[in-house]
Structures are given as structure tokens and as C-alpha cells.
């Protein structure tokens, strides 16, 4: 089948994205397992990609499309607080998406076309210049999930039921494993597919999968994750399935043409997870969270019988810790005061302090980081917390339920979860008109959307805060 040409002038780039590929796996451990990653690695240039703060696939995708951090974009996390509420919260969708990511200013400055599968968050589908399937945060086939339309009937003749994630928070660990390998393979069949049929300038394939896979059998494979179980029958599934990538991305650089930019991308890494450490639980302990009485069971903060009235902070579990502080003419029933010198400001200073300063269940002090919104960002958009609270380097995951009765928790507190969120991902791009094998060390994953528009022959929007590699 004929493949599409280059103009003179432009380049065409696909950036096949693994979300949470770690550099520890893909570049190291498993490389020599992956022929294709390696031959691009041997002819291209390579490293870590230091993912935004905080590392999580969303915002992380976006902050990679857009060359902008999270306070410029305004999401900090796939549920953000609803105003001031105690308890109403929303989802991150592509609606909120202001700012222009890479296939938005192609189209406008150079008539590109683009095509698009699982970029989050890309749910509702929004009209863009090409082709798009829209990614895991889709609640269903029944939705609007293509642009054109139309275009669902050719996704329904390629893979039949598309599939747009998989459940992975259960203990049946065949089924998990074979929904996303076959997930994956439907992803991939579709976008050789694409490749071969649609024009485009830029192609852009997410795989959830690989994320998916390391919550769920990290601990079966790192003989260092504490509950690591010698000789258990998953101890190859990681490598397996990196191998079953590595096989599917050779197909699809195979389809694209002898000119085209490979760019292999992660919005973060993975490690394992040490435990949870229940952040409302400590804040209780603390006296900072007022109960008016303890729950029977685990319940989530919104769900609890919280005394607002003398309660002066309260937290977000998740891969990072969101704090919020009940402040008098803010909050319904605020107690803390604003002005400079008042007990806001205190309570800031002693909580970081105090967080700064704690140890893990072994009495081992933990790397803890603190930072207000803007300490992280020029500009801070959106709902943010009042505090952001990395545990332990991100070793440990926050737990923002309440009932424990304790504040060390092994197992993750929604559900079963291996591995968490570690910053570095990956970035690998070979250009076929030049061959060279180049480290570049560390580069910011603000660095990548310059990246490729001056690969593909375009001016870099003066917004962007990363610098082209």
C-alpha cells in the first residue's frame, strides 16, 4: 500500500506514548529484549524525561502536547475540587483544555492534518483537523468516541468492540492480563490502520495498557518491592508484554515511511509502592480534622462526619496528596484567617514543617516535599489545592479515606495497586536524516511539544515554557 509523502519543507512525526514507561525498564532492564527500542536508542537520540509536577497522566499528557505546566493549563489531577466545596468535586475533560496543544497549531499555522488514538484527556471528542478516537476516560461504545463520526464504523470493521482501558483494580489477575493484551492489540491494529488510510502530518498513539500493567503485577516481578513472592507464575508479565510492544511499535514504524520522526514518549515512570500512608488519618491524629464521630468502616472524607466548624484542614489521597485549609470568608464554614500574619500563614509553615519531618512505619525519616501551587507555578489556573505532598520521593502512596485507625496502610486504600508514580519517563526520537546516537541526560516534558514543532519545520509559540531539544 502507498505510503504518504512529505512536502519539501515538512516533516511527519509519530510519537507513540507509553504512559508510565519508567527509563529504569525500557532503557535498561528490559532493552536488549527490545529490538526495535533498541535499534531507535543505537540511531537516535535518548534519556530521561522528567514528567510536571504532579507526575500523573493527567495533566502529564497535555503538559507534554501543550509545552505549558499544569498551573498554566489549570489541572492538577483527574478529579478537581468544585470551588470552595467541602465535598463536590469534577473530572478533568477535554473541555478544559484552553491552550493549544501540537496538533491545534499545525492545523492553524501549516494546514497539517493530524490523527489521534487514547491522548488524554481527548473525552468528549472536540473537532480537529484529521482523525481522532478519543482515549480511556470515554464511559463507553455508546458514547461519541471518533471524530468524524463516522469513523466509528471503520473502528467497529478493523477491531470490532474497541476497548478503551481495562479494569484494573481487582485481584483476578488472568483476566486482567488478558484484557490488556487485548486491548493493546486492538489499539495497535487500528492505528497501522489509520497510518496506512488517513493523511496526517502528525500521528499520536497513548498506550494505557503499560500503566495498567505495572499497578497490577509490579510486585510479582521487583524482587525488591516488599511484597515481592519468589517463583509466583507472573514474574515474566512485564517482560512479556514490553516484548509484545516493542514487536507492535516495529509494525507501526514499518508503516509509516522511509522519512518519517519516530518519537517514543512516557508521561512518567513507575516504582513500587512501599504502602499508603493515610493522610486524613494523621491530620486527625494532628488535631487539624475535627470527626464529630468516628465511622464504622472506611468511608472517603466526603463521606465522613466532619466537624467543619472546627476543622482547619483536611486532605486528597492519590499518587500525591492534595491539602485543602478551611479558611473564614472561602470556605462555608472557614475558621482560618487570611491576612498576612494570621493563622493561615502559621498553619502553612507548621504543616510543612511537620510533614517535612515524618517517618515511615519502620521509624525511618521519609523524603516528604511540600509545595503551595505557587511555588510550583508563574501561573496557577483552575481549583488547586492549598498544598501539594509528595511522601517519601513518591514511594508512598496518600490514603485519603478514613476509618484505618492507623496511619500505615501496606496495600493501596482503593482497591489492589503495586507501584506508584515515579517523575522520570522516557524519550526516545530517531530521525531517519540523521542517525546519531546521542544521551541527552535529563530533559523537562515541557521540551517536548518544541521539540517537534522544529522538527516538523515550525515556529515555537513564545507561551511555550520548554526549549526544543
Known amino acids: 500500500m502507498l505510503k504518504q509523502k512529505s512536502g519539501p519543507s515538512r516533516r511527519k512525526v509519530i510519537l507513540i506514548g507509553l504512559d508510565s514507561a519508567p527509563p529504569e525498564l525500557l532503557l535498561e532492564r528490559f532493552l536488549d529484549k527490545m ?213 507492535r511499535i516495529g509494525e507501526l514504524i514499518e508503516n509509516c515511511g522511509e522519512d518519517t520522526i519516530i518519537i517514543i514518549a512516557s508521561d512518567h515512570g513507575s516504582k513500587a509502592m512501599k504502602g499508603a500512608f493515610c493522610i486524613n488519618e494523621w491530620l486527625i491524629r494532628e488535631g487539624y480534622l475535627k470527626l464529630a464521630e468516628r465511622p464504622e468502616g472506611i468511608v472517603s472524607i466526603e463521606d465522613a462526619s466532619v466537624d467543619w466548624d472546627k476543622t482547619k484542614a483536611w486532605g486528597w489521597g492519590g499518587y500525591y496528596s492534595r491539602i485543602f485549609f478551611n479558611v473564614k470568608g472561602r470556605e462555608d464554614k472557614g475558621i482560618l484567617t487570611k491576612e498576612p500574619g494570621g493563622d493561615l500563614d502559621e498553619l502553612v509553615t507548621e504543616l510543612k514543617e511537620k510533614i517535612t519531618r515524618l517517618v515511615d512505619n519502620r521509624g525511618v525519616p521519609m523524603k516528604n516535599t511540600v509545595f503551595s501551587p505557587d511555588e510550583l507555578y508563574k501561573t496557577v489556573r483552575g481549583d488547586p489545592p492549598d498544598l501539594m505532598v509528595y511522601l517519601d520521593d513518591l514511594n508512598w502512596r496518600a490514603a485519603g479515606t478514613i476509618g484505618h485507625g492507623k496511619i500505615y496502610l501496606e496495600e493501596n486504600d482503593t482497591g489492589p495497586d503495586d507501584s506508584v508514580h515515579s517523575m522520570d519517563g522516557v524519550f526516545i526520537l530517531y530521525d531517519p536524516r540523521e542517525r546519531i546516537r546521542k544521551d541527552i541526560g535529563t530533559m523537562s516534558i515541557m521540551d517536548a511539544a518544541p521539540t517537534i514543532l522544529r522538527r516538523i519545520g515550525l515556529s515555537i509559540p513564545k507561551e511555550m515554557i520548554g526549549k526544543p531539544v
Not at 467497529?156 to 484494573?168: L, R
Open 35 to 247: 529490538p526495535t527500542i533498541r535499534r531507535l536508542v543505537k540511531n537516535g537520540i535518548s534519556g530521561r524525561m522528567r514528567s510536571c509536577d504532579p507526575p500523573i497522566t493527567v495533566p502529564a499528557w497535555m503538559v507534554m502536547m501543550t509545552g505549558m505546566d499544569p498551573g498554566q493549563l489549570g489541572i492538577y489531577g483527574f478529579r478537581n475540587r468544585k470551588g470552595w466545596s467541602y465535598s463536590d468535586y469534577y473530572l478533568t475533560t477535554s473541555t478544559m483544555i484552553k491552550e493549544k496543544p501540537i496538533w491545534e497549531i499545525i492545523a492553524q499555522t501549516a494546514g497539517m492534518k493530524s490523527c489521534l488514538i487514547g491522548v488524554p484527556p481527548s473525552y468528549p471528542v472536540r473537532p480537529i483537523m484529521g482523525n481522532l478516537i478519543s482515549c480511556f476516560l470515554t464511559p463507553g461504545l455508546e458514547k461519541e468516541y471518533t471524530y468524524p463520526h463516522e469513523l466509528r464504523d471503520e473502528v467497529a470493521e478493523i477491531v470490532g468492540e474497541y476497548e478503551f482501558d481495562a479494569a484494573f483494580r481487582s485481584d483476578n489477575r488472568d483476566e486482567i492480563l488478558e484484557a490488556i493484551r487485548r486491548m493493546t492489540n486492538k489499539r495497535f491494529d487500528l492505528a497501522n490502520y489509520m497510518i496506512e488510510q488517513k493523511e496526517w502530518s502528525f500521528f499520536m498513539l497513548v498506550e494505557i495498557g503499560l500503566d495498567r500493567l505495572h499497578h497490577t503485577f509490579w510486585k510479582y516481578f521487583d524482587d525488591t518491592h516488599p511484597r515481592f513472592e519468589s517463583g509466583n507464575r507472573f514474574e515474566m508479565v512485564l517482560e512479556d508484554y514490553y516484548i509484545l510492544l516493542d514487536k
